[in-house]
């Protein structure tokens, strides 16, 4: 299974931007996917994930009202969107994958990782 996470780029405080993790060698509606965020001199950190179903989601407090998380089975694709976006979600954004997971915020429970996108808004 491989991921490819796409869509970051350069925005202003207060724009959008809606990032894709896409699936190769497998079919998504069996994989829990997650976001995670790292930003220089920091830990990675939690942002968001489904379940494999589709069914449940968590959101990190800091992107709670902002961000939205949805699957598209047909296209094997998880989308990420992003909105009212601060200075502080700059960073790369990663997608990892989990065969039937729920939907977790810990890393250490995904098993395949795609590749980062970076993220960067400005003031």
């Known amino acids: 299974v491989q991921l490819q996470a796409s869509g970051g780029g350069l925005v202003q405080a207060g724009g959008s931007l809606r990032l894709s993790c896409t699936v190769s060698?497998?079919?998504?509606?069996?994989?829990?996917v997650g976001w995670f965020r790292q930003a220089p001199g920091k830990e990675r950190e939690f942002v968001v994930s489904?379940?494999?179903?589709?069914?449940?989601?968590n959101y990190a407090d800091s992107v709670k009202g902002r961000f939205s998380i949805s699957k598209d089975n047909a296209k094997n694709t998880v989308y990420l969107q992003m909105d009212s976006l601060k200075p502080e979600d700059s960073a790369v954004y990663s997608c990892?994958?989990?065969?039937?997971?729920?939907?977790?915020?810990?890393?250490?429970?995904?098993?395949?990782w795609g590749q980062g996108t970076q993220v960067t808004v400005s003031s």
């Open positions: 990892a994958a989990s065969l039937f997971r729920y939907a977790s915020m810990r890393p250490n429970e995904y098993d395949y």
């Open positions: 060698g497998g079919s998504i509606s069996r994989y829990a």
């Open positions: 489904i379940s494999w179903s589709g069914g449940s989601t």
